[in-house]
């Protein structure tokens, strides 16, 4: 869902901006009344919790991914004001470092993840969980879940909607669409079927799950958002989740699927090859030419996923409805059975016995027991490990946060080297990248386009930063998915117009790649990969306290930086608590353990257990930062000083930004 | 300032806790009715079990946690949630009182050192040149100029205490808190540490200190308090007084009765 730079027109962006900004104004000002200071850094985890969601990529059954966000979890425990905060604040981070969703579109994203979302969300859960239900009232977790599920498809809308006015609104005169190519038609349906099925649920599953958690393990986070709730409540005994919801989650499903299924998809946004629903599109359509359509495309896009052994071509959609309702049973099944053990393994640590024991020794057990005395049988006694086995989805998942964590260290690093851009002050460079990042999105013509990217490139080269490092970051992760995703614009389906490679005719259609659809993908191509490009020029030239520093001075609210301040930081040490507890129990594993579902019972159930530790961590930073007089204002070392050398770097990319739109207004259409 | 009327030297105590208790959660219990005054330049050595509340009283000392029922005092001002939203009393506070945590990686959380080293004092709102000045200042006092441009996550478990211990330092507070100082040390840089509590009190400060290093108790405290496991206080005394009496750290269960031979170990 997140939209990357080039997707919308700078005035969709501009107008986006615009919406949030009065939010996050008032956001930041009800946070500050409603929670209170000692509560900001659970808003920090709160965003760093998001982040953390939205990198666990579910595979939706059209072969696409799709994420759940988090925000209506945050939402039900901080109040949705402050879930506002939060996931702003994790969309930041991922525009700005991990290329996830734009700069320029950062405001759209906002306004649907960090607004729509748990507002929405919010306000479904508010209509079904009173105040005076009882913190631990089964109804919680599932208002909680009912919200979250809402909330994500409504924001999921939104999205839909942004994208598919796009064509409508700015195009040239021959219809090529200037940003995103798709029409309401094609992007309803597509975002509607991730997210109806799957995403949803698990984004429902999640708050669910996390709720349950919370009301078994650590009541007073549940009490933030319900100052007014009576202790007699809190002592309740805590019902236990039955099977129940689990049902009835899979009987709303059960009503739903055929609605994402009737919905002829094309995927979108992020991660989705959109190839495929390209195949749902001329579904009803062509109805005759889909046996064959199908099966082509499901070759190709099942494989790599455990449903991949279905080679035949058997017609797409009823395969999609099986193996979307099994994959829907089999999450739901896995998630309500690891809410259920996430409960029964991170009971709290045990208390410090209390009472009767302060006068005398306690006996203590003095026999230790034989077994532990002895080697162990079972083990082979050569002393070999085993074989290597291939990484499981767990491990990957866990190598992408350690890649997480070195890129951020990596960062760093050539942040302190001598170049160009590491001497212009971080305030000067944050502005005129920004006006860059503007200038780029404005501009109509391919051409001006690859030399403003090139114009980066060498950037880079003046900053000392690897350029083979640096154009592969940008091109290996962004555009080429970009590409994937821009690719069925080509065709003559999707852009009308002069076909320019025929691909044969179809039940008398001719079928073709358009020079009007060429000519769209190339130019978002371009644009994407010069945007993300000048983002990256940025995070590898400033170190993040001085992005934080620009950010404050720039006049982001103190509230704002210092959540995005301390969510980074979690993020690490978040990051660093999964991988150890990963490490710990591959530890404690004897033999070849085959068990996929063992891994994914440990993630989910990991999910839960690492709030309780997230939190426990926050506190004690947080104690240590106050403890030295930390009262909520981030404080750098380094005075910021505008030289000469920063004045002629704001002069010469402000000279950039005139030629550049000068000289694609002159080149015309 | 709230304290500059009556200020401290005048002969009271620097801290005073009057019947404090405090639990975690509401639930779960940490100081059950504790009461405790640390005089100006004392050196005072917090014993007992694991949990048995060292830690949360070193952070009600800090201002960190507040009693849900007692009464702290500091230089003379009650310390409450309330008086130190007030900036004023809170700088005042902050900067007279130092806390080394135990977990280092909790405290040291800055991009480099040099700016964990800073956090302190720019907080406080000292100008920049002094700043700049106190921190090179400490950086040499506690041996760790070579590190000043790392990043904390770069260092040993040794040399990050270290940081801790300057960018605490660097803030000159009048009272020092550590909370087991010399835990997951190795033997020398456990011993320096001890000699620099040791010098840093002869230089005026008063020390309080949760430690398990009982063999270093002779020289870290000039006065022991005993927990008992249900967190309240079982006896205070001189160091030699405490470690003498066997009957009283078995019944903390700070001690254990070796089967062997019947005597208590980690006793000198």
Redesign the interface.
């Known amino acids: 869902m997140h939209i990357p730079d080039g997707y919308l027109s700078p005035s969709t962006c501009a107008a986006f901006y615009g919406a949030s900004v009065p939010v996050w104004v008032t956001a930041g000002r009800r946070v500050k009344k409603v929670v209170r200071n000692r509560y900001v850094p659970l808003v920090a985890i709160g965003a760093a919790y998001s982040f953390l969601v939205m990198m666990f990529n579910v595979p939706v059954p059209d072969g696409t991914t799709a994420h759940a966000v988090g925000g209506v979890l945050i939402a039900v425990l901080l109040g949705p004001w402050a879930a506002v905060i939060a996931v702003s604040i994790a969309l930041l981070i991922q525009a700005l470092f991990f290329g996830d969703g734009g700069v320029l579109a950062y405001g759209a994203n906002v306004f649907n993840m960090a607004i729509v979302m748990p507002f929405v969300g919010y306000g479904v859960y508010r209509a079904m969980v009173q105040r005076n239900h009882s913190l631990t009232s089964p109804r919680r977790p599932l208002g909680a879940a009912v919200g979250a599920y809402v909330g994500l498809n409504v924001a999921a809308l939104c999205t839909a909607i942004e994208f598919g006015l796009q064509p409508e609104l700015f195009h040239t005169a021959n219809g090529t669409p200037l940003y995103a190519p798709f029409h309401l038609t094609q992007t309803i349906p597509a975002m509607a079927f991730a997210h109806l099925l799957v995403a949803g649920v698990v984004e429902a599953a999640l708050t669910a799950g996390v709720v349950t958690y919370l009301q078994k393990a650590?009541?007073?986070v549940l009490q933030i958002n319900q100052a007014m709730t009576p202790d007699w409540m809190v002592e309740e005994a805590p019902k236990r989740l039955g099977w129940r919801w689990g049902l009835i989650g899979l009987g709303v499903m059960a009503v739903l699927t055929p609605l994402g299924l009737l919905a002829p998809g094309g995927a979108f946004g992020e991660d989705a090859p959109a190839n495929l629903d390209l195949a749902r599109y001329h579904l009803d359509a062509v109805p005759a030419g889909l046996r064959h359509y199908a099966g082509f495309w499901h070759n190709a896009l099942f494989s790599g996923y455990d449903f991949s052994q279905d080679k035949h071509p058997v017609a797409g959609y009823l395969v999609s409805a099986a193996v979307g309702m099994l994959v829907i049973g089999l999450v739901v099944f896995v998630l309500f059975k690891v809410v259920g053990r996430a409960v029964r393994t991170t009971e709290p640590e045990p208390?410090?016995?209390?009472?009767a024991?302060?006068?005398?020794?306690?006996p203590r057990s003095?026999a230790t027991p034989v077994w532990l005395l002895e080697s162990d049988v079972g083990l082979c006694p050569c002393g070999c490990i085993g074989k290597r086995r291939k990484g499981s989805f767990v491990e990957k998942t866990l190598g992408g946060g350690a890649g997480l964590l070195r890129q951020a260290?990596f960062s760093?690093d050539t942040a302190a080297r001598p170049g160009l851009l590491q001497r212009i002050d971080p305030r000067v460079k944050l502005a005129s990248l920004l006006g860059l990042l503007l200038t780029a999105a404005v501009v109509r013509n391919i051409e001006v386009l690859v030399a403003l990217y090139l114009v980066t490139v060498g950037l880079a080269a003046a900053s000392r930063l690897p350029v083979g490092f640096f154009v592969k970051r940008v091109w290996l992760f962004i555009p080429i998915f970009t590409g994937i995703v821009v690719l069925p614009a080509t065709f003559s389906f999707v852009t009308h117009g002069h076909i320019v490679v025929p691909l044969g005719s179809w039940f008398g259609h001719r079928v073709g790649l358009t020079s009007q659809g060429l000519h769209t993908a190339a130019l978002m191509v371009a644009r994407v990969a010069t945007s993300i490009s000048l983002v990256v020029l940025l995070t590898l030239t400033t170190?993040?306290?001085k992005l934080l520093a620009a950010l404050r001075s720039l006049f982001v609210p103190r509230m704002f930086v210092l959540v995005l301040g301390m969510a980074y930081?979690y993020l690490f040490h978040l990051l660093g608590s999964v991988t150890d507890m990963y490490t710990a129990r591959k530890a404690r594993m004897v033999g070849a353990e085959a068990d996929v579902a063992g891994g994914r019972a440990f993630v989910s159930a990991s999910a839960g257990a690492l709030f309780g530790k997230a939190q426990a961590?926050s506190e004690?930073?947080h104690?240590?930062?106050?403890?030295?007089?930390?009262?909520g204002?981030a404080?750098?070392?380094s005075?910021g000083r505008v030289r000469a050398v920063d004045g002629a770097w704001s002069l010469a990319c402000l000279l950039a930004a005139v030629l550049v739109i000068g000289g694609d207004r002159a080149l015309g259409h | 300032m709230p304290w500059a009327t009556e200020c401290c030297g005048t002969g009271g105590p620097l801290l005073a806790l009057h019947g404090v208790s405090y639990r975690y959660l509401d639930r779960f219990p940490a100081l059950d009715d504790v009461s405790l005054a640390v005089a100006p330049g004392e050196k005072v050595a917090l014993l007992g079990a694991n949990g048995c509340g060292k830690s949360t009283l070193l952070k009600v000392l800090d201002g960190l946690v507040f009693p849900d029922d007692g009464v702290y005092e500091a230089f003379g001002a009650k310390v409450t949630e309330a008086n130190l939203e007030d900036e004023q009393f809170n700088r005042g506070f902050r900067s007279r009182i130092g806390f080394v945590f135990q977990n280092s990686d909790a405290q040291v959380f800055s991009p480099t050192v040099r700016d964990e080293i800073a956090f302190g004092p720019l907080n406080m709102g000292l100008p920049r040149e002094q700043v700049e000045a106190r921190g090179a200042d400490t950086l040499e006092l506690l041996d760790i100029v070579d590190l000043a441009d790392r990043a904390p996550y770069q260092l040993s478990g040794g040399q990050k205490k270290r940081v801790a211990i300057a960018s605490v330092l660097v803030m000159n507070p009048d009272v020092l808190l550590f909370d087991e100082p010399t835990a997951a040390l190795d033997p020398r840089t456990g011993q320096w540490l001890t000699d620099l509590i040791v010098d840093l009190n002869e230089a005026g400060k008063t020390i309080v200190l949760a430690t398990h290093d009982l063999a270093a108790l002779d020289v870290l405290a000039d006065r022991c308090v005993v927990f008992y496991e249900d967190h309240r206080i079982a006896a205070e005394g001189p160091p030699a007084e405490v470690l003498a009496d066997r009957a009283l750290l078995e019944s903390v269960n700070l001690v254990y009765r070796r089967r062997a031979d019947e005597r208590p170990c980690l006793l000198p």
Do not use: K
């Open positions: 650590n009541l007073p208390v410090p016995a209390v009472g024991t302060g006068g005398r020794t306690r003095s260290m760093d170190p993040w306290t930081r961590l004690e930073v104690m240590a930062m106050v403890a030295r007089g930390y009262t204002e404080r750098g070392l005075r």
